[in-house]
């Protein structure tokens, strides 16, 4: 081989560009870590003509994926288009091509990881994905490499930065879902259709990737059950407060042995949690091993920088295995894994409820709770004119249980209403 | 080669008889992971009468430790005795006998380690000590894989966990250092004599190896200003909660492109900032880079099984490497960078001093931080009986001339005496 490795880059957004001045800017530390210099050989562009500021000469740049892809000039290929198609396509063409392959598309793996970690076996290449999942954040490598000898039994993260803008946002300024929703979009923290993030499909996506890997389980994104944050309310979020709590999305991934669970729902977390810290736009990820105990990884988890920095630390990993003729770390097997259903998962409750203010109505509403074995562990009343306000927070209990307990309690007569129902997190182990 | 790797390990306290657990209790996952089971053949023990109930023929342990070196039947040499010698002598014998070494021992690695790597380069074999710093937590990797084509400008860490309890402690309960100390030292949090964590020195041998993997540098625990954290008092922490900081001892290792400066000192950090959240024995590196912007890595920096846990990792990479025919990444050419010497250092600073209260105090004071460009960025008083107590936050200000700010001050005739002076992090960048 040459003496150093020409990289083809596919998409030419935020994070291609910055892969592009990251190579040029930092050339002397990846040649000092990889051990040669990479250059970027082609970049595969949507539209030719717009100026771009990049220092590449223009021959680089084409309209056509597949020419990088079969370009004998390049030896590694980076996908930064996004989407299943034709990613999925040149992705596949690359590796049966002997062309590693660095991709930072959550969406693409989290569906289609096994085709692509089986064709990459298959072809004695590399395909490296750490910044599909928190941006910048390292997670996949110490997932894969520094916990290898480790049990991992459950893993928590915020993993999409929208939704915790807009969570924080509530949480600081009291404000309601659309106006923290509206000022995020203002300010470029949101889209302008949101439903990927605020309905936790990004979360879910992701989810699917860190269960995959910290469980070497077989898990899709349409595996993972999902809530999002639409239905979280001024009135939640102040009352999480009063009782010790914030309010996050979280994307929690659990080990039972015979089977694991994958969800994404916005759960309360108590103040001294790690994750009840991580505030705006920033990504943290939460694991429990069976050695290691706790670990928070934290950082920037999108971004054309931050991302562009993961992608880069796999093109230096890839660059040092292919000039040293080897294939790094295999995924494994994969292997496909029960999935428990939500309704048997058990959390910590809280649960907030409007009833009428008179003797009695606290004995049924806990009737109905102990014949479902709900067990409350703390309750607090706020008179609210004749009416009364009731805060539970149960024990853990069966998702199943909690809700056949809810729905009795909303038939109750002195109940009017029972209003937000959220899961507890990081409390109850 | 043979169909498993075969570890000898010297040392059996906390950490190495975890390790002796973990590689049994674990052996499906990592012989998954490194593609061949590992196998412990030898243990080099202090007291070979101890009975270790461990998972363990007698017939592997010795109370030679060379002997484990030196046996044919040992692929692998994983080191957990700590200290300087007879670590280093044997480290070198196993590298020199073309074994991988795995090693804990932050101590050797600080102020050795040029010497190790070497001779590992030298041999042609991995020398790996992700465990010598931050325990459990993944730092070492990240820092030369993940973030191997960003460029590092600045690590804070709170990588001392004694110290981290005792602050903790300090700031809950309101207590003073010696009871706080007196606490710990009952709950096994700290030594009998905890000179070592309580004045900075261990953390100080791990921000070294912090400074010699971020920066490619060669720097050594002497190299390190080292200030601890006996003379911080119950007001100075009931100070900062006031204006809204929390007091920490900090490991921090800063790029300034011509120099580098590393140092151990207290300091207030923002309540917010990350770092802030941080605690108990828990510890925390904050890394900031160029691309990746920053990034936080949190868990348990001490303790026999993440400790252990961390060395399994390096094993299993080692073992895999080993299998391959291949020597895993160099650690690099470590070049000697000039370090700037702290008085050239610039920080915030918090200042307290008690004033008699009358006209022209203000004034005077700070006039003397003028002349000195020493700017001030807020002010309290609080009157105490015909005195007052100020509060001064200043902005950057070279150490040498904050010092020479406050010994003019400490000579005015109205200024009773200069408390306490703290440097201020994570505000001003």
């Known amino acids: 081989m040459d003496e150093r490795v020409r990289v083809g880059i596919l998409g030419c957004g935020h994070v291609g560009s910055a892969l592009v001045r990251l190579i040029h800017d930092h050339a002397d530390v990846i ?23 990049l220092p590449l000469p223009s021959r680089c740049f084409t309209d056509d994926p597949a020419a990088v892809v079969d370009d004998p000039d390049v030896d590694i290929v980076v996908e930064v288009i996004g989407g299943i198609e034709p990613a999925r396509r040149l992705i596949i063409d690359a590796l049966m091509g002997g062309k590693p392959v660095v991709t930072a598309n959550k969406e693409l793996v989290a569906t289609h990881g096994r085709e692509l970690f089986e064709t990459a076996e298959g072809a004695g290449v590399d395909i490296l994905f750490e910044a599909s999942v928190g941006g910048g954040i390292p997670l996949i490598r110490p997932l894969r490499e520094s916990l290898a000898g480790d049990r991992i039994r459950r893993v928590m993260g ?30 470029g923290f949101a889209e302008s259709d949101p439903t990927a993030d605020v309905e936790g499909f990004d979360a879910a ?13 077989r898990v899709v994104a349409s595996d993972v059950y999902r809530e999002g944050i639409t239905g979280i309310t001024a009135d939640d979020i102040a009352s999480a407060r009063d009782l010790g709590y914030v309010v996050k999305l979280l994307a929690i991934a659990e080990d039972y042995d015979s089977e694991i669970a994958v969800r994404v729902h916005p759960a309360m977390v108590p103040e001294h949690h790690p994750l009840a810290s991580v505030r705006d736009a920033f990504n943290a990820v939460f694991i429990e091993g069976d050695a290691v105990g706790e670990l928070m990884l934290y950082g920037r988890g999108a971004g054309g920088m931050p991302t562009a920095s993961a992608v880069l630390g796999d093109l230096v990993d890839a660059a040092k295995n292919l000039v040293e003729g080897r294939k790094g770390a295999t995924i494994g097997a994969m292997a496909p894994r029960p999935i428990r259903p939500i309704e048997q998962v058990e959390s910590q409750f809280y649960l907030q409820m409007e009833v009428a203010d008179r003797p009695g ?11 479902r074995e709900v067990s409350v562990r703390s ?51």
């Not at 949507?46 to 771009?52: E, G, Q, S, Y």
Request: proline share 2%; glycine share 10%.
């Open 31 to 53: 040649e000092a870590r990889a051990g040669v210099p990479l250059e970027v050989a082609r970049v595969a562009v949507n539209d030719l003509a717009k100026d771009r500021d």
């Open 158 to 187: 915020i993993v999409n930065g929208t939704t915790n803008y807009i969570l924080t946002g509530m949480t600081d300024l009291g404000s309601s879902f659309a106006d923290a929703l509206a000022e995020a979009q203002r300010l």
């Open 205 to 217: 996506a992701k989810a699917a990737i860190i269960a995959s890997i910290a469980f070497g389980a």
């Open 361 to 371: 109505v606290l004995h049924a509403i806990t009737g109905e709770f102990g014949d």
């Open 379 to 429: 309750m607090r009343q706020r008179g609210i004119g004749d009416d009364a306000r009731l805060i539970f927070v149960t024990h853990k209990a069966r998702e199943a249980d909690l809700r056949g307990a809810a729905d009795a309690v909303s038939e109750l007569e002195p109940v009017h209403r029972v209003g937000s129902v959220l899961r507890v997190i990081g409390e109850e182990e």
